[in-house]
């Protein structure tokens, strides 16, 4: 799995980010403990959790 950066998911709606972080979940639990897979998969969790928190802290945009 290849690494998801934070600019990647600066434009996306919540539902999307939420959509993203379940499927990175699901393929965080087929990799293998010690790889760059399983690396990659949970820095991706962190960064879409950080970009969710900070769309629920903007609040919706008026």
Avoid: C, W
Wanted: charged share 25%.
């Amino acid at each position: 799995m290849r690494l998801i950066v934070a600019s990647e998911l600066d434009n996306l709606p919540e539902t999307a980010l939420h959509s993203k972080f379940y499927r990175v979940q699901q393929e965080l639990a087929f990799t293998e403990p010690a790889t760059t897979e399983r690396t990659n998969a949970l820095a991706s969790l962190e960064n879409i959790n950080r970009a969710i928190i900070t769309r629920r802290i903007k609040g919706p945009g008026f």
